[in-house]
C-alpha cells in the first residue's frame, strides 16, 4: 500500500475496544427500550386510572343489589335467609366468573410459544 500507513495496534486492544462498544450498543437498546416502556405506561396511566374506577363503581353496584335483594327476600324467608340467599347468589356469581376467567388464562407453559 503506497503512502498508507497503518498502525499496529494488538490484537487483544482491539477485542478489548469491541466488547466495550459492544457494551455501549447494549446499554443505548436496554435504554430505548426502558424509555419506550416507560412513556406507554405514562401514557395508559389515565386510561388506568378510570378502569379502576369504574370497577370499584361495580363493586359498589353490585353490593347494592345484592342488599336490595335480600331486604326483598326477607319479607318471605326472614331477614337471615334473605341475606344468606343474596349471599349465596352473589357467590355464585363470583365463583361462575372466577373459573370462567381460570379457564381462559394460558397454562404457564405455553409462554415460551407466545414468546417466540
Do not use: C, H, W
Not at 416502556?37 to 396511566?45: K, S
Not at 331486604?71 to 326472614?78: E, M, R, S
Amino acid at each position: 500500500m503506497a503512502g498508507a500507513e497503518q498502525e499496529d495496534v494488538p490484537l487483544g486492544e482491539l477485542f478489548d475496544q469491541l466488547v466495550q462498544e459492544g457494551k455501549d450498543v447494549a446499554r443505548a437498546e436496554v435504554d430505548v427500550y426502558r424509555r419506550k416502556a416507560v412513556g406507554r405506561l405514562m401514557a395508559a396511566r389515565l386510561g388506568l386510572a378510570l378502569i379502576l374506577g369504574g370497577v370499584l363503581i361495580a363493586f359498589a353496584a353490585a353490593s347494592a343489589i345484592l342488599v336490595g335483594l335480600a331486604i326483598g327476600l326477607a319479607k318471605y324467608i326472614g331477614p337471615v335467609g334473605g341475606g344468606l340467599a343474596a349471599g349465596a347468589i352473589g357467590l355464585l356469581i363470583a365463583a361462575l366468573l372466577v373459573k370462567l376467567g381460570a379457564n381462559r388464562l394460558s397454562p404457564a407453559s405455553d409462554t415460551k410459544e407466545m414468546i417466540s
